[in-house]
């Protein structure tokens, strides 16, 4: 059995692991040039945790792992307003919660393909994919350049938000996505400055319907989360531009690490993808492209690692394509209410994670800066880690 997969994120790069140990062959197709360097924070714990030890992929990314000690508010000043110590959290989720760059994760991910059987195994980076077809019980993959399509018995869409296997064989993406009112901005520069002073921190600013949030890497460069305010729709313009107007007026440090960003920087909108169902025939979508939970919910990462597990495990086996409906059906099956939670997480965070004024802000503080209070650390972190991890 080949198994194709358009993808070399989290989700394709796992999958392709997954099924590689299960015997199959697998052939990766990347439209980047080369794995993406920029990507933003994100914490992994819950069903990621759990998923990642019983396939063990684990180890690689404990190994990836940033070390945060706090999450912290501040004014335009720099002026601590609230602060969260991530030790709790750690504590409550049973010791294990991962901070992770995307793109560390992302190389954890390809490292560990390393146990696939390398004749089993082609991974390539800079592929334009001009046709996708299904004939009969097979899939074609026209890629330009190639006189001959890519001929699998299973296609698998691990390509984002913006699934192209996705538009072509379960329709337009207008139909899936349901935006949250915001979008999202990522970038990392080099600048030792700014790293010392923000290491082993994350740091958000405390502003009204904007969020710009700082963390500084293992070597001197700095990684940026941006989150703001936007009508699905309306105009964009330049991303630079525009992430240098929403922000100016909150603090120099921020002014500081937005002068430094790319012409063209990771901004998309935050949204989820709901569909009534991940597989027809022999395509199967997993990660963002099947269920966006958001970037607000946290648990993209872990969802991107339960869904690829959940088909290796439905899917390894199979050794006949009359043998792939039943499968697919029953990795869907597993990973149905691991998404709605995820999903519904992220809907509160969408309405929290952006206060739209000074009550908000101030509700906020007084929140997160309760888990400081004897008895309070434990009920305000239990009540975040249940909603975030079940």
């Known amino acids: ?40 924070m994100m914490d992994f714990f819950g069903p990621g945790i759990e998923a990642s030890e019983r396939i063990g992929l684990y180890p690689y990314l404990a190994q990836a792992a940033h070390r945060v000690q ?48 390398a004749s089993r195994l082609d991974l390539r980076y800079g592929v334009d994919i001009d046709r996708l077809e299904v004939r009969g019980q097979q899939v074609h993959v026209g890629i330009k350049g190639q006189s001959q399509p890519e001929v699998g018995d299973l296609l698998v869409g691990a390509d984002g938000i913006h699934s192209a296997v996705r538009a072509r064989f379960f329709g337009p993406e207008t139909e899936v996505l349901r935006p949250l009112g915001m979008r999202a901005a990522a970038f990392i520069v080099r600048d030792p400055e700014l790293n010392r002073q923000y290491k082993n921190r994350f740091v958000l600013t405390d502003t009204v319907d904007r969020t710009a949030g ?38 120099a440090q921020v002014d500081r690490l937005l002068m430094q ?4 920087p990771y901004d998309d909108a935050v949204a989820q993808v709901v ?25 993209g990462g872990a969802m991107a690692v339960c869904a690829a597990a959940a ?37 509160r965070a969408a309405n929290s994670f952006l206060p739209r004024n000074q009550l908000g802000l101030w509700i906020r503080r007084i929140i997160v800066n309760s888990t400081h209070l004897p008895g309070m650390d434990r009920l305000v972190a239990r009540q975040i880690v249940k909603r975030l991890a079940k």
Request: hydrophobic share 45%; proline share 5%.
């Open 1 to 40: 059995m080949k198994a194709i997969i358009i993808g070399a994120g989290i989700a394709g790069l796992v999958a392709a692991r997954q099924l590689g140990l299960a015997g199959w062959n697998v052939l990766v197709l990347e439209r980047s040039a080369a794995p993406r360097p920029d990507g933003y």
């Open 70 to 117: 706090a999450a912290q508010y501040v004014d335009r000043r720099g002026k601590p307003t609230a602060s969260l110590d991530y030790s709790k959290f750690s504590d409550l989720a049973g010791g294990k919660v991962l901070t992770l760059l995307r793109p560390d994760m992302e190389a954890a991910a390809r490292e560990a393909l390393k146990e696939v059987d």
């Open 214 to 251: 700082i963390y500084g890497l293992r070597s001197d460069e700095v990684a940026s989360f941006l989150v703001y305010r936007h009508e699905h729709g309306a105009p964009l313009g330049s991303a630079r531009d525009r992430l240098r107007s929403i922000f100016a007026g909150c603090g």
């Open 261 to 264: 960003c790319p012409e063209d």
């Open 275 to 299: 569909m009534d169902s991940w597989h027809a025939g022999p395509v199967v979508l997993i990660g963002d492209a099947a269920a966006a939970v958001s970037l607000l919910a946290g648990q």
């Open 311 to 347: 088909l290796g495990d439905a899917v390894g086996g199979v050794t006949d394509p009359g043998q792939l409906k039943p499968a697919l059906a029953r990795y869907e099956q597993a990973m149905r209410p691991k998404i709605a939670t995820a999903q519904a997480s992220g809907r």
